[in-house]
């Protein structure tokens, strides 16, 4: 991890790590965009990566998911390559909600929930009582089952996302990655969604890891939080700890105060405007 | 809307499929009743479970007419059902065999096949179909992807536009050099299914096993892959392999509709659409249905082709279109 810049103890998170990324580089066409890239994330937790436009966030997490291939490196999930185990192995352990899934018009909300069980079913084995139960529960989990008989496309933006967790949700994997699942959002529903995922690692002790782009957001929600820039990781650590001013102004080039937020203890950026307002004042 | 009102499970579960499949009954049996000379459906009936060869109408029924209501319903099915596969899996409403080119393309090589090098051997027509219809395929995927932005679904319209324009005027020149030659082929080239010889079923038949088997075990993939290839990779889905399968299918059934009775059009566009209407977007649903409804379709439209302007017969694709452009124009209105 030498090439971290700020390097802090993960002590406050639970020490099992099912899924790691170790020297990763991955990329379009050839291109690396993320380059010998390690993480371990912990179990049970709510990882979330942020980052500038094109640092590569996103591309990591299509890697782990092994939507991408690697062009150096491994990511090991339960300590065997996912590139290399069959896919539906791996879906049966790890789900993958990319950004802004479109679902075909007129597609139910049931319909919709019940693709995420497609690794648990087979040419023979088509639809259980074991799927319909999943289903049910996961929709229930996310809260759309009043919507089940309803057009995916009549939903609001908040609904809509909640129907795609529901799907990962009823995959029943034990890791859930999520590619900003917030963007495009209300605040409001945001940090509703964002409730849902934290209880989801919490309560039900599983692993999300989450591209966000709302830095406050972030420091509100995430347990291990993951800065990367060009390509790498610049910081990681629990928010209290990356969450700086410093860390800020180096990965976003944003000159921010750090708050605390009394109710939660957590931290608060607020970037620095001041010098804006004078210029356009004069 | 209606899809709602479908239920997946129990005694009422099976209502609507065997409803539908008492339509297609009816319809095949009101299409081997019509013809030249009308014949009751009772004595249809009759000559199907109870052959008499004495029975100068039986005779009609099972030599001439059974043959080709058997072909309007495997013509139907196929291209209804390349016609779902292909909108799922390019996740654009416009796509069906004919407007993706790969009618032509299928059309074209036999024609070539045909008429240049005068082979008419019925055992491989299906196979140069196929070759046709894959090699237009490819064409218009190669010019939409090569065409900045991608293979979107405008892009891949437009391309299986040029394609069709320039088959189609290739097709032309040669059965404007050759008339003798091309004779036959004219009526055929217009989508019929009259005078069709029986061995061409026999040809095609593993062509048309091939594509309905794939096609129906990749239909609750297809439902995924409409969402997306990183949500159906997520789920655990090869795309890649999907993909392949589905072209294969398609390429499959196009050949066969083409072997049998020539460039369709639009039944692979309308029937889908409207049969989304009732099931909702999941193909496992999508895709049985359109083969029912595909059918049911083209017994319909072959029945009217030979009704409309009785005693001549209107060649049968042109009833497709003559039929289906006002119904495509009325689900745009409702829908699309």
Excluded at chain 1, 76 to 94: I, K, Q, S, W
Excluded at chain 1, 188 to 213: C, F, S
Excluded at chain 2, 109 to 120: E, R, S, T, Y
Aim: proline residues 5%; contains cysteine; neutral net charge.
């Amino acid at each position: 991890m030498a090439s971290h810049l700020y390097v802090t103890t993960t002590a406050t998170l639970p020490d099992g790590c099912r899924l790691s990324a170790q020297g990763v580089s991955a990329g379009y066409g050839g291109a690396a965009i993320v380059q010998d890239v390690s993480l371990d994330v912990p179990d049970g937790a709510l990882t979330v990566l942020v980052g500038p436009n094109g640092c590569g966030k996103s591309t990591l997490l299509k890697a782990m998911a092994r939507v991408l291939p690697v062009s150096a490196g491994r990511v090991l999930l339960d300590g065997a390559p996912v590139h290399e185990t069959p896919t539906r192995d791996v879906a049966r352990r790890l789900a993958m909600l990319p950004q802004g899934p479109v679902a075909p018009e007129g597609l139910r909300v049931r319909e919709l929930v019940a693709q995420g069980r497609f690794p648990h079913q087979s040419l023979l084995r088509q639809w259980s009582r074991e799927d319909a139960r999943a289903v049910e529960a996961a929709m229930a989990a996310a809260d759309v089952a009043q919507f089940a008989d309803r057009p995916v496309s009549d939903l609001s933006g908040g609904q809509r996302q909640r129907c795609w967790i529901a799907m990962v949700l009823a995959q029943e994997t034990d890791v859930i990655l999520l590619d900003e699942p917030t963007t495009f959002l209300d605040l409001k529903v945001q940090i509703d969604l964002m409730g849902l995922l934290r209880r989801i690692a919490h309560d039900e002790g599983r692993t999300l890891v989450v591209v966000l782009h709302e830095l406050n957001v972030a420091a509100a929600f995430a347990d291990l939080l993951v800065m990367m820039k060009g390509g790498r990781i610049v910081a990681e650590g629990p928010v209290g700890l990356a969450f700086t001013a410093e860390a800020l102004s180096d990965v976003f080039g944003l000159e921010a105060s750090i708050l605390t937020d009394p109710e939660s203890g957590r931290p608060v950026c607020v970037p620095r405007v001041a010098r804006g307002f004078a210029l356009a004042a004069q | 809307m209606t899809a709602a009102a479908l239920p997946r499970h129990g005694v009422a579960a099976w209502v609507a499929p065997l409803g539908g499949l008492v339509v297609l009954c009816l319809a095949f049996g009101w299409h081997i009743a019509v013809g030249a000379k009308t014949i009751p459906l009772g004595t249809v009936a009759e000559a199907l479970l109870a052959y008499d060869a004495g029975v100068f109408d039986h005779v009609v029924i099972v030599d001439l007419r059974l043959p080709r209501a058997v072909l309007a319903v495997l013509v139907g099915a196929s291209l209804a059902v390349a016609g779902a596969l292909m909108q799922g899996v390019t996740r654009n409403p416009l796509a069906e065999p004919g407007i993706l080119g790969l009618l032509i393309g299928a059309s074209f090589a036999v024609v070539v096949f045909v008429g240049v090098f005068d082979l008419a051997s019925p055992a491989l027509i299906p196979l140069v179909a196929a070759l046709g219809a894959l090699a237009a395929a490819m064409a218009v995927w190669g010019i939409a992807t090569a065409a900045p932005g991608g293979a979107t679904p405008l892009t891949l319209v437009l391309s299986g536009a040029a394609i069709t324009a320039f088959l189609g005027a290739l097709v032309t020149v040669a059965t404007l050099l050759d008339e003798q030659t091309f004779e036959e082929l004219r009526v055929w080239l217009t989508g019929s299914l009259a005078g069709r010889r029986g061995d061409i079923l026999v040809w095609t038949l593993p062509w048309l096993t091939v594509g309905l088997v794939i096609a129906f075990g990749v239909a609750r993939q297809v439902t995924a892959l409409a969402m997306g290839d990183e949500t159906a990779v997520g789920l655990g889905m090869r795309v890649g392999r999907l993909k392949a399968l589905v072209l294969l299918a398609v390429v499959a059934l196009t050949a066969s509709a083409v072997a049998i009775a020539g460039p369709m059009g639009f039944v692979g566009l309308v029937v889908p659409h409207a049969v989304r209407l009732f099931v909702g977007q999941d193909y496992r649903l999508v895709v049985p249905w359109s083969a029912l409804a595909g059918a049911i379709y083209l017994l319909v439209v072959d029945i009217a082709a030979r009704l409309v302007l009785a005693p001549i017969e209107i060649s049968t694709g042109l009833v497709t279109a003559l039929l289906g452009a006002p119904i495509f124009v009325w689900l745009v209105r409702a829908r699309l």
